[in-house]
């Protein structure tokens, strides 16, 4: 979910947690797509035999496991705790109105930059098993 950075626009509370549900579902789905990554970098071992390709193999494998143990639980942990808060503040003022919204701001472009780079290395991935 894109949010224009240079637009002032407060959103109310319902559209926020909108953007949070569907930013765990989208956490789920990566995280889904990242265990089969995993088992088929696990299944292309078997047929490699180069030094290089199982070099290209273990970088590629690093980094998933960087994303699947580090990154995803990270931004998982952080959205839940932004959904919980949320969900305590059903009737904000409008100061706190405002603040949800900074921090949403914020959770929208570190997830969009995740997805980013998910996205490439996704690429990175279908482009070495090919």
Request: net charge positive; charged share 25%; glycine share 4%.
């Amino acid at each position: 979910m894109k949010i224009e950075a240079n637009k002032a626009v407060i959103r109310n509370i319902e559209s926020l947690h909108l953007d949070s549900v569907e930013w765990m579902s989208d956490m789920e789905f990566w995280g889904n797509e990242a265990r089969f990554f995993q088992k088929l970098l696990n299944n292309k071992m078997k047929e490699i035999h180069s030094q290089q390709k199982q070099n290209i193999l273990q970088r590629l494998q690093q980094r998933l496991k960087v994303y699947m143990n580090t990154l995803l639980p990270e931004y998982v942990k952080r959205v839940a705790g932004y959904e919980h808060m949320l969900a305590f503040h059903f009737n904000p003022t409008n100061g706190e109105l405002h603040k949800y919204n900074n921090l949403h701001h914020l959770y929208s472009e570190d997830i969009g930059s995740f997805e980013k780079s998910f996205q490439q290395f996704r690429k990175e991935i279908f482009e070495f098993v090919k």
